[in-house]
Each structure stands twice: as structure tokens, then as C-alpha cells.
């Protein structure tokens, strides 16, 4: 599935004393590109354009595997409120959860880890929803994203 979005930049608020994270989507050489302070996202653009509300792109849906165990997805996001319109997406970036801390928490309840179906759920996530028009309807910030931490050029996609 094809999604349209449209350039935007903005602050994202951490739930902890920690520095906020700029976010920001653009159109540069026909390829829209999705940041997060120093980290940039080359996502899969079939199409660039412009129409009365401005310069978009039509991106697909898609799911990238980063190094450090991070996966950018890029997926439907329905809204009840646009129900007769085309759906919106989400991008979302999420950072890995530690087996290591939820393996040991098994093993001081009893439990082997190798014997039971883990799913480990992430340290955090960020969201940016889109409506169908291709505007942001909502950002959010879930667990301690560091994006600091990871290498940018070590990133790109």
C-alpha cells in the first residue's frame, strides 16, 4: 500500500529530564527523507508531487531492518475519523528491548527461558501518525529512546 506525506518538523518531548528530539520529514532529490536529530531515513518514494496544500510524497509501506537490532516500519494507521478517505500511515522507529534483563527475570521465577516463547517487548518507540491527506496527527515518544546513542551514518537507510 502507497501513502502520501508531506514535509514537517517539529519537537518531541521526552517523558524524562533528557533533551527533547527534533523530528523532521523531507523532500530532498525526490526522496523523502524521515529524521531524528542527527539520524536520517532514506524511505522507499514512488512518487514526489505538489498539489493545493504543497509538496508531497507517496511513500510504500514497508518494514526496515536497522543495525543495532532497530526496525523502521512504515504501516497503515486507520482513523474511525476518516472512514470514508483512504487510510493514513505511521512511521514508526523502534529500539530493541534487552532478552538478556527479561531472561534473567525468568530464571529468578523458575522458569528456563530456552523452554518458553519470549516476546520481548521494546525499550522504545517513536510514532509519527499521518492523516490521509499526508499531515501529521500525532507524534509520540514511548520508553528512553537514546537516539544519541547509535551512529547516523551507521543508520541511513
Not at 18 to 23: E, H, K, T
Not at 105 to 121: F, H, Y
Not at 122 to 151: H, M, Q, R, T, W
Amino acid at each position: 500500500m502507497n501513502f502520501k506525506l508531506r514535509p514537517f518538523q517539529t519537537i518531541i518531548e521526552r517523558p524524562d529530564k533528557r533533551p527533547a528530539i527534533s523530528a523532521k520529514g523531507e523532500i530532498t532529490d525526490d526522496t523523502y527523507i524521515f529524521s531524528l536529530d542527527a539520524l536520517s531515513f532514506r524511505l522507499p518514494t514512488m512518487e514526489v508531487g505538489t498539489d493545493t496544500r504543497g509538496t508531497y510524497a507517496i511513500i510504500s509501506e514497508t518494514e526496515i531492518h536497522l543495525e543495532h537490532g532497530l526496525l523502521l516500519k512504515i504501516s497503515l494507521c486507520p482513523d474511525p475519523v476518516f472512514e470514508d478517505m483512504p487510510p493514513g500511515c505511521e512511521i514508526h522507529l523502534v529500539c530493541p528491548g534487552d532478552p538478556r534483563m527479561l531472561q534473567e527475570q525468568l530464571k529468578l521465577n523458575g522458569v528456563d527461558p530456552l523452554k518458553v516463547n519470549l516476546l520481548i517487548p521494546p525499550d522504545a518507540s517513536v510514532d509519527v501518525s499521518f492523516n490521509p491527506e499526508g499531515n501529521v496527527i500525532s507524534i509520540g515518544c514511548l520508553g528512553k529512546l537514546a537516539v544519541g546513542e547509535y551512529e547516523a551514518s551507521s543508520l541511513e537507510s
